[in-house]
């Protein structure tokens, strides 16, 4: 069975400075590996997805996060991070060849203050 | 608006009545999935539709849970008797077809049981 961990409950970071919110996961096979952001009253908002190819990969409002294999790590990062970008982000991975589940970790609180 | 719709958003039931939730996926989407999140937690896959066929089913969806795609458009979850464990976001996402394909997720339904 696949598992994701965010092994920080909250991260913080002043407003300009690069964030990085970390996510290991465990699957059997390739992985699909996806970051979501989640507002409070609001449904989980996706961010960008790794599927093949190049380790790092961009998307949403500038965040990009890095596929490592051997480290079976995919942390999300922003170079310069803004206020608005406080919320809970979820890591979620789906094995490539088993099931349509998505697999999601805990959450990391991320805080930007300015 | 064209994205993933709940109804209601919020629910409050006393234990042991019946409650049900409805989902809209995204009009061009086949695919539908239900969740479940309880707070400080990431969501928690329930169960999955490919058009009207229910296709996966989580331990997690115990006999008092029935979930339906009558016709491959909208669905409902139905929980009975309740119980106050029950009490948490249920959250609907949608996708195309494809493991690679991301899901879109609607607002929830919060659950209070009493």
């Known amino acids: 069975a696949q598992s994701v961990a965010q092994p920080e409950d909250q991260v913080n970071v002043a407003e300009g400075n690069p964030l990085t919110v970390k996510c290991t996961y465990s699957?059997?096979?390739?992985?699909?590996l996806f970051w979501y952001v989640q507002y409070p009253n609001r449904g989980l908002q996706f961010l960008l997805k790794?599927?093949?190819?190049?380790?790092l990969v961009k998307g949403s409002y500038g965040f990009e996060a890095e596929f490592n294999k051997s480290q079976t790590s995919f942390h999300l990062k922003k170079p310069s991070a803004l206020v608005s970008d406080s919320a809970l982000y979820f890591c979620?991975?789906?094995?490539?060849?088993?099931?349509?589940?998505?697999?999601f970790g805990g959450g990391t609180r991320l805080m930007v203050k300015p | 608006d064209t994205g993933v719709s709940q109804d209601p958003r919020h629910k409050i039931t006393k234990r042991g009545q019946n409650v049900t939730f409805r989902c809209d996926p995204i009009?061009?989407?086949?695919?539908l999935y239900w969740y479940r999140q309880t707070l400080g937690q990431g969501p928690e896959f329930l169960t999955y539709?490919?058009?009207?066929?229910?296709?996966?089913k989580s331990r997690l969806l115990s006999d008092r849970f029935s979930a339906e795609r009558p016709k491959g458009s909208f669905s409902t979850l139905e929980i009975q008797r309740t119980e106050q464990g029950d009490s948490a976001m249920y959250l609907c996402?949608?996708?195309?077809?494809?493991?690679?394909?991301?899901?879109?997720f609607g607002p929830g339904t919060r659950l209070t049981v009493t």
């Open positions: 996402a949608s996708s195309l077809e494809g493991r690679s394909n991301e899901q879109y």
């Open positions: 699957v059997s096979g390739n992985p699909y």
């Open positions: 790794y599927i093949t190819g190049d380790n």
């Open positions: 979620a991975v789906r094995p490539y060849n088993a099931g349509n589940m998505l697999t």
């Open positions: 009009s061009e989407h086949n695919r």
């Open positions: 539709f490919q058009n009207e066929a229910q296709l996966e």
